[in-house]
């Protein structure tokens, strides 16, 4: 047996900060993978070519057309670059999966693309509206001008006085607001049992081979359209894309996507890493108690009212499927944050 002492070592929700993610795969698409892309952007410029007046929805692609992260994340920009529209994916059910011929056991999408006219548009509906809209707001500035006028006149200090705390207001733009994920990951147990036989060389590889699967998932601070999100249970269904008018309504979201993915990785793990649970066998450090997972999210509001949402799932990892029990501790967290 190879040595031992591999403490994974106490971590706190400050390792957000370092970005352990992986995106080596991100930047790849295959063959196929970039036929299917192209495919759904020739489907999209086809759609364009029919110049709508009106808010439309169209059901652009089937589960059958599958794009994978990579692909999903530049077609998505791809459809958002032409004014007016935007795509959404939404998880097909699994009579949906069986309604279309699907055999596989991941998330099958189906991609949806918007089309909302800009406001004030060209129409001669829109433009009398406009005119009277204008009218209006010219009569109230004359009437407003004309009663400062005799204000002014009448009592220059007093008029001068409401002006002066006026201009002290701070001009406050429209906020909305968007959720931003991230997962740190950390290795904090090693099962001796996973360098059996080792050589030092081999017992080096074994660790950095676990050390890369447990953080195969780990973010930064990453919105929720760019995220690499494991293929476990319905989570896809709970992701909180897109824009909020209310923190409130991006709080909720945020609080229901996390506490989502706590009850998955408890029950099923990542996909990737295994739900960790007590009674197993493992060469662990002597006094070594496994460290439970969260049994909800803690929020933490801020003084606007947005809300971060923490937790941590505690798993197993096995890259080499040899019935060992290396313990992660994944630290996820759901941040509001406000969008311009």
Not at 41 to 64: H, I, M, N, W, Y
Not at 147 to 176: G, I, L
Request: hydrophobic share 35%.
């Amino acid at each position: 047996m190879f040595f031992g002492g591999r403490s994974g070592g106490g971590f706190g929700y400050g390792g957000f900060d370092d970005d352990g993610l992986d995106r080596g795969e991100w930047s790849e698409k295959s063959g196929a993978a970039s036929a299917r892309e192209q495919a759904a952007r020739a489907a999209f410029s086809e759609l364009l070519g029919s110049k709508l007046q009106d808010v439309t929805t169209v059901e652009l692609l089937k589960p059958s057309t599958h794009l994978t992260q990579p692909c999903w994340r530049d077609f998505k920009k791809y459809v958002e670059g032409h004014p007016g529209w935007s795509a959404k994916r939404r998880a097909a059910t699994d009579a949906e999966k069986c309604q279309h011929g699907e055999t596989r056991k991941g998330t099958c999408y189906f991609i949806d693309v918007t089309f909302k006219p800009a406001k004030g548009g060209s129409t001669k509906a829109a433009k009398k509206t406009e005119s009277k809209v204008a009218a209006a707001a010219r009569e109230a500035s004359e009437s407003q001008m004309s009663a400062s006028m005799k204000a002014w006149t009448k009592r220059p200090a007093e008029a001068a006085a409401p002006a002066e705390a006026a201009a002290k207001k701070p001009h406050v733009e429209a906020t909305r607001f968007e959720v931003r994920f991230s997962r740190a990951s950390k290795v904090v147990e090693w099962d001796e049992s996973t360098f059996t036989d080792c050589r030092p060389s081999e017992a080096q590889d074994a660790m950095d081979d676990n050390l890369r699967e447990a953080k195969r998932y780990d973010s930064a601070n990453t919105p929720i359209e760019q995220l690499n999100i494991p293929a476990v249970g319905d989570l896809a269904r709970y992701l909180p894309d897109g824009v909020f008018e209310s923190a409130a309504e991006a709080n909720e979201a945020a609080k229901t996507f996390l506490e989502r993915m706590l009850t998955l990785y408890k029950e099923q793990g990542d996909g990737r890493l295994d739900a960790a649970r007590d009674g197993v066998e493992a060469e662990w450090s002597a006094g070594f108690k496994l460290p439970p997972s969260s049994s909800a999210a803690v929020e933490t509001l801020a003084a606007d009212g947005r809300g971060t949402y923490t937790a941590k799932a505690t798993l197993f990892c096995d890259v080499h499927g040899c019935d060992v029990h290396n313990v992660v501790v994944a630290e996820l967290k759901a941040a509001v944050v406000p969008v311009a």
